[in-house]
């Protein structure tokens, strides 16, 4: 088992910064590739960012490309959301998983999630 606990939510204004944070515990923590989903009221759970196994690349939604950056930390067993330019699409709760396979984007290849943290932009 893996148990991951997100923090650093909260309401920021439009054009702002949020950093959130994933720690994880439990099994071996460089065993997972990890990755950020999104879900909005209404809506199914997006992509937003990923790392490959092994940590050496990062993948990102277009929606969030050159705002967001994706990192982890091996020795903390944590991993990073960075959000700048934030905008008001970018309204939603924000959820950590971790995965052992497949596609870094596909939801169903996560094993493990977070219970979320929510992010509100005010314009």
């Known amino acids: 088992q893996v148990r991951l606990v997100e923090s650093g939510g909260g309401l920021v204004q439009a054009g702002g910064s949020l950093r959130l944070s994933c720690a994880a515990s439990g099994r071996t923590f460089s065993n997972y590739a990890m990755g950020w989903f999104r879900q909005a009221p209404g809506k199914e759970r997006e992509f937003v960012a990923a790392l490959s196994f092994g940590g050496g690349l990062t993948y990102y939604a277009d929606s969030v490309k050159g705002r967001f950056t994706i990192a982890r930390d091996n020795a903390k067993n944590t991993v990073s959301l960075q959000m700048n330019s934030l905008k008001p699409g970018d309204t939603a709760v924000y959820y950590c998983?971790?995965?052992?396979?497949?596609?870094?984007?596909?939801?169903?290849?996560?094993?493990?999630w977070g219970q979320g943290t929510q992010v509100t932009l005010s314009s």
């Open positions: 998983g971790a995965r052992t396979r497949g596609d870094y984007a596909s939801p169903q290849n996560y094993h493990y």
